[in-house]
Each structure stands twice: as structure tokens, then as C-alpha cells.
């Protein structure tokens, strides 16, 4: 067992009126992979900005290579060794990508920057990493892997001893994530320190040598390889035992009503008569592979994608829905997999985000929302769906990823939609919050709420849909009943187009 190259002992860290860290340990040794898990709001993003620079820490000691550092931003983490590939990407797209890893250390030309020399110094860099990139190529035009990928060098051209990532993972396709993981194991090898922070348990089992785990602020402990067992570590992360490989009750939905019946829905671009239906008080998986067309139905369903033909009925009527005001108004409600960009508006407060889909019904005489009304209701909310909140008057982006989606859900329950479409719903959540997402949607849909989840993760469509539907090249190649679909049926749908 390597010394630590990394250590810290009694951290502490607090914001009015939190306390985001107090007495924290960790430890990276060189040449490994400590992944580092908690909920939101555990304290991992506050520990990993203090170790970077970029937060300055109330107590307690940091140890690199041996020495006590007192760091006073990230120029000089970065100097040490010490950097940071943050989930909300920093590029700049107008520049290039040799641009982007140096900028502020161009070699120069008297006093010009000497692009050949910076070009050259980059394809080094980009060969040396195995990143098949061309350093003259606008990081505009990349998509976010391979940006993700130039994060990387950039990071690894200050000669980086200690690399965290944090959830790098979140916006790659499948094989995008396998190239990332042939990187960071080119990393280890070559004795890089990685601080890996995921939600999900999959990578945790492919990448981890150890794992730390952080709850409430505080250092909880940390596993071995030999010792990682994941109902252990979850159970660490949420103080309590979280059973694995649930699924719902085994309901026959075909006595219900039908309350949204799609039939040949199709686009230009990629759907090709895609067709089904949704019981009163259902939940309808969308499974299937990255751009099979889950995501694209539900666009085109609440039209936001223009569709080339099909129809839409609901409650047995035919919906003309052309943009996705007319699906709200027929009780559609969308809640898109990117909640920070297309979701929320992240600079207002709960109130406001809640009440987004229904201004029309608290608006005073000016236009603006009659604000006791608003945020009564908004309470309402906020109580049924245990946001966790210091109040309705919090900006949103200061909420855990969990409690944004909990908004998210109010706004739509506010407007009093029967149809809710969830895409990617604990996209960057954590185990214990997700478990919230899920009771809470399968309340509404004992409610008789009717409910389409689009997901990735099929542990999760099998934990909370009644029915799946297993999509292909922009067409529904099967559908199966919870009590008889398994990871493998739904993959061989969802590869081939028809079980073996």
C-alpha cells in the first residue's frame, strides 16, 4: 500500500447558515482510483473546491507529497499538480482546441503567440494521451466527449500528480464512456492520483480501488477494494438499507382507460410509425439504446419536433398538438432530461419555478404573480413532495439535483396535468433521492396520474414501470410486461429488433 500523495485531516467548511464540511478525512494515493460518493448536499463539490483552490477552508490541514500546503486558488493547485475536470464543462468554443488547453501559456514569438509551435506542443500532448483530436478544430464544433477529452489534456499538461472528475460521465453515449475509461486507466498506470465522483453504482464496480463515503458533510468511511459491497455503501451513503432489485406490483392495465393513444407517429428525421398506448394510472418505460428515438417520441409528442405523420388521442379525443403549449393545455406535462438548461430557470426562486406552467392563474393586473397566493400554493407543494428547501423563496440552483426535479414535478402538479413525461428523471441524483423520485411517481400514478419514464438505466425502468417499451432505429421493436422483461429481453429488443 503506496503513502498518500494526497491528504486531508479535520476539514471544515461552512456558508451561512450551513455547515458543508466539518472534520473531513480523505486520503489519494498515487497510481489509483478513489471514487468518492455521497448524496447531494453530502459535501463532495465543497470538499473537491477547497482541494483545487477554488474554496478556502475554515479548519483543518491538507498534506501534498508530504509537505502542508495552504492553497490560494486554482493557478496554484494547478502548479502543484493538483486539477479539476468539473461536470459543467469551462471551454471556450470560439478557440481551438490547442487554444483551450494553453491558453495563458502559449509559446511565444517575441510577441506573438507561434500557433505552429502551440499546435505541435498539443498533437504531443493529444499522442501521448491516445486522444485523436486536431488541435486546430474549434472546441465549438466537439461534441461534449470529445471537450470532455480536451478537458482532460488541459488538466494533465500542468502535469497532474491528483485528477478529479466529477460525474464525468453524466452527457456521454455508452461509448463514449468506454473511451473515457481506457483514459483513466492509461491515468493509473502511469501513477496519476484520480478523485472520482459518481452517482452511479456500475462505474463505481468497473473503476474503484477504493471508495470514500461522505454524509451530512462528514467522512463516513472508506472501503478497500476487497471489502466494496454496494448495499454497503449505500447503505453508508443514506444511513439506511435501500433493497436492491424491487419492482412494482404486477397490475394488468388493460381494463383502465386509455388516456393517450398514439398511432404511426413519424418524423422526417427519425421516427417510423411508432405506436401505443397509456392507461389511466400506468407508468411506461421508454427503454432502448442512445438516439433509438425514446427521447424523439416524446418531442414530437408534445410538439416540440414537428411530426410528419401519426396521430394523437387522448381521453379518446384527437389532440392537435403542434407546440408544446397546446400539450399542456390537453394536461401533458414534459419534464426534459436536461433540467438546468431546458427545466428550470436556475436564477429564480421555487415560487417562481413552480408556478412557471400556471402564471396565467396568479397573475395580478401588471402581469406579475399575485405573491401570497403563488407561494401559499407553492408551500402546498414543497410539503407533498418533501422538497428540501430553506424556503420557497430559495434560488433553485441552490438545491440539490434531487430537489430541483421535486420543483420541476410541483410545477406540472400545479397545472394539474394527468399525463407527466419523465426523461432521464434521476439524471446526476443520488441512490437515496432517486428512491424519492420513485415512490413519489408511482403515488401519482396511484393517484391516477398516467406516467411515461424514459430512462437509460434499465435497473431503473424495471424498477418502476408497469410496461416497457423497447425502441430501435426510431421504431418500438417490443413491448413487455414488467413480471416477464429482464435486462437481457430488452437489450436483444433494443439491439436486434426482435427476441432470439
Not at 54 to 70: H, K, L, M, S
Not at 124 to 133: K, P, S, W
Not at 186 to 203: K, P, W
Not at 355 to 373: E, F, H, P, R
Request: hydrophobic share 40%; glycine share 8%.
Amino acid at each position: 500500500m503506496s503513502d498518500p500523495i494526497l491528504r486531508v485531516e479535520g476539514i471544515s467548511k461552512g456558508f451561512p447558515g450551513v455547515q458543508a464540511l466539518k472534520d473531513v478525512h480523505l486520503e489519494v494515493r498515487a497510481g489509483e482510483v478513489l471514487v468518492l460518493v455521497g448524496e447531494n448536499g453530502a459535501g463532495k463539490s465543497t470538499l473537491m473546491k477547497i482541494l483545487s483552490g477554488i474554496y478556502t477552508r475554515d479548519e483543518g490541514t491538507i498534506t501534498f507529497e508530504g509537505q502542508p500546503i495552504e492553497l490560494t486558488g486554482p493557478l496554484q493547485a494547478q502548479q502543484l499538480g493538483i486539477t479539476i475536470i468539473h461536470q459543467e464543462l469551462n471551454m471556450m468554443p470560439d478557440l481551438t482546441v490547442a487554444q483551450n488547453i494553453f491558453i495563458g501559456r502559449e509559446p511565444m514569438m517575441g510577441p506573438l503567440v507561434s500557433e505552429r509551435r502551440l499546435n505541435r506542443q498539443t498533437a504531443e500532448l493529444l499522442q501521448r494521451l491516445n486522444i485523436a483530436l486536431d488541435p486546430r478544430k474549434p472546441v465549438g464544433e466537439l461534441t461534449v466527449a470529445e471537450q470532455q477529452m480536451v478537458e482532460i489534456a488541459k488538466a494533465l499538461s500542468f502535469n497532474a500528480k491528483v485528477l478529479i472528475m466529477d460525474e464525468p460521465t453524466s452527457a456521454l453515449t455508452d461509448s463514449e464512456v468506454e473511451t473515457l475509461f481506457v483514459l483513466i486507466e492509461q491515468l493509473r498506470a502511469a501513477g496519476t492520483g484520480i478523485v472520482y465522483i459518481s452517482h452511479r453504482m456500475d462505474e463505481l464496480r468497473r473503476l474503484a480501488d477504493r471508495v470514500s463515503v461522505l454524509r451530512d458533510g462528514q467522512y463516513i468511511g472508506s472501503l478497500e477494494k476487497s471489502e466494496i459491497s454496494i448495499p454497503k455503501i449505500i447503505e453508508m451513503m443514506v444511513g439506511r438499507v435501500i433493497e436492491e432489485n424491487i419492482r412494482p406490483e404486477s397490475r394488468a392495465f388493460d381494463d383502465a382507460p386509455v388516456v393517450l393513444d398514439v398511432a404511426g407517429l413519424s418524423t422526417k428525421s427519425l421516427l417510423k410509425d411508432v405506436s401505443f398506448e397509456l392507461h389511466r394510472g400506468e407508468i411506461l418505460g421508454f427503454a432502448g439504446l442512445m438516439g433509438a428515438g425514446r427521447t424523439e417520441t416524446a418531442r414530437a409528442l408534445i410538439g416540440a419536433d414537428p411530426r410528419s405523420a401519426g396521430t394523437i388521442r387522448i381521453n379518446g379525443r384527437d389532440a392537435k398538438i403542434r407546440q408544446p403549449e397546446d400539450a399542456v393545455k390537453r394536461g401533458v406535462g414534459y419534464l426534459s432530461e436536461d433540467r438546468k438548461q431546458l427545466g428550470l430557470m436556475l436564477e429564480q426562486d421555487v415560487t417562481f419555478n413552480t408556478v412557471l406552467a400556471s402564471l396565467g392563474n396568479y397573475a395580478n393586473a401588471l402581469g406579475w404573480m399575485g405573491d401570497s397566493k403563488a407561494k401559499n400554493q407553492t408551500k402546498g407543494y414543497v410539503q407533498q413532495l418533501r422538497v428540501k428547501t430553506p424556503s420557497v423563496n430559495q434560488i433553485v440552483k441552490l438545491l440539490s439535483g434531487g430537489n430541483q426535479q421535486k420543483v420541476v414535478i410541483a410545477r406540472w402538479l400545479m397545472r394539474d396535468c394527468d399525463i407527466l413525461i419523465f426523461d432521464e428523471p434521476t439524471r446526476g441524483i443520488d441512490i437515496g433521492a432517486k428512491e424519492e423520485i420513485y415512490r413519489l411517481m408511482q403515488q401519482l400514478a396511484d393517484a391516477g396520474k398516467s406516467i411515461i419514464v424514459i430512462s437509460s438505466e434499465l435497473p431503473e425502468i424495471l424498477r418502476v414501470a408497469n410496461r416497457i417499451a423497447v425502441f430501435a432505429n426510431g421504431q418500438i421493436t417490443g413491448t413487455l410486461r414488467n413480471e416477464e422483461a429482464s435486462q437481457e429481453k430488452i437489450m436483444q429488443l433494443a439491439a436486434h429488433g426482435e427476441e432470439d
